[in-house]
């Protein structure tokens, strides 16, 4: 059996303008996440020229970290900061819509599964911190 | 009724006559307990017999009435005069299809993408009706019942900006019915909808952008059955690695 179709030469096609993104707030959200990509692997170029020039001596080393100090450098890491924060926190919502938690025959409210994650992602933080300081103290 | 009138713009588009849509301003009575599909009927059967459009049910239940309504993907028959009165409304057909005429889309490539994931149950050995039902438990029915809600109604492709630029892609609610079998105990096609869903027009194109669940009408949450095929085709991919033999 041959389904009716249209004649495509009397059909209009539509075009998606380059300023969808713009049209409404969440494809805006979804932009900036793909965005806090490009920012984030700068953030790791950066680091592993700095590892690079750890091999180099501690001479090369501290050249690097005093250029890393400039404003432009401490600028683009508060951003790249920002982005790799609010990178996270899709990241946990969407870990709990991709994974459902049951309890027994409930599911777990997704929020519930997301705020659980950014809870434990602080608690980690707030260690990786202490024992940063502790080993600079 | 007060004399009061609630204005629609309709975008317009004759084949052969008109070389880009158009849009053309009507105004009907407004009744607060009208939805925007009995403006849309008003206008067909007293002001304008030419202006075309789909529907059939009126009650969420056919999804025929997918518009955009103020730019955002809609059924029609679900949507009130009174939620903007007295702003005036943008009616356009849905977006990402080529149109046919005024609000009428062209749905022959979601019809291909829907049946490419064969949304029925496939069974390796049929069992003899004399055997009785394929039977399931609660448990069983709750891994898929969600995902059987999807009414065809092609809001979420409407709302997919990665279907706009990648018209290959498979789309929201095919993905979501292939998901729905494959999640059916009774089913044994999971392998045979893989290709398909496993493909690089299929679950991977999809970046998560989750409008596809914000306009469901039916509360099926495509964006979740996408992200899970893909959790689960992983899985499946790295047993055949490791268990080389098929001992999945």
């Known amino acids: ?137 | 009724m007060n004399g009061a009138t609630a204005t629609l713009n309709i975008t317009r588009y004759l084949p052969g006559q008109d070389q880009i849509p158009r849009s053309q301003s009507y105004s009907v009575p407004y009744q607060r307990d009208w939805v925007i599909l009995d403006a849309l009927n008003y206008i067909k059967d007293h002001i304008d017999g030419t202006l075309s459009y789909r529907w059939s049910c009126r009650m969420g239940v056919c999804g025929s009435c997918g518009m955009m309504v103020n730019g955002v993907p809609k059924l029609t028959c679900a949507v009130f005069l009174r939620d903007f009165y007295p702003q005036e409304i943008r009616i356009e057909p849905l977006v990402n299809f080529p149109i046919i005429r005024d609000l009428v889309i062209d749905m022959s490539d979601f019809l291909d993408k829907l049946k490419s994931v064969k949304p029925w149950i496939i069974r390796k050995t049929e069992k003899q009706i004399s055997e009785g039902e394929y039977l399931q438990t609660p448990e069983e029915l709750s891994a898929y019942q969600q995902f059987t809600q999807c009414i065809n109604c092609m809001l979420c492709y409407a709302a997919c900006p990665v279907y706009g630029m990648e018209p290959e892609f498979l789309g929201p609610a095919a993905i979501a019915l292939g998901y729905r079998y494959n999640q059916d105990s009774r089913d044994q096609g999971k392998e045979s909808r893989q290709a398909v869903l496993g493909s690089h027009e299929g679950i991977w194109q999809c970046t998560f952008v989750g409008e596809c669940t914000e306009v469901c009408p039916k509360e099926v949450d495509p964006a979740a059955a996408i992200q899970r095929s893909k959790v689960e085709i992983t899985k499946d991919w790295f047993k055949s690695v490791l268990l080389p033999w098929g001992q999945r």
Request: hydrophobic share 55%; charged share 15%; no cysteine.
């Open chain 1, 1 to 137: 059996m041959i389904s009716p179709r249209p004649d495509k030469s009397m059909l209009y096609y539509p075009k998606m303008p380059a300023t969808w993104w713009l049209r409404k707030r969440s494809y805006f959200l979804f932009m900036l996440r793909e965005l806090s990509s490009v920012f984030i692997a700068i953030f790791l170029v950066v680091l592993l020229v700095q590892i690079y020039q750890l091999s180099e001596g501690p001479k090369s080393y501290t050249a690097f970290a005093q250029r890393l100090g400039s404003p432009g450098w401490i600028i683009f890491h508060a951003i790249a900061l920002l982005f790799a924060i609010y990178h996270s926190i899709t990241w946990f919502f969407s870990t709990a819509v991709v994974l459902p938690l049951r309890l027994g025959k409930r599911e777990i409210p997704r929020n519930l599964v997301a705020a659980l994650n950014i809870g434990a992602w602080i608690v980690v933080s707030l260690v990786i911190l202490y024992l940063f300081l502790s080993l600079k103290g």
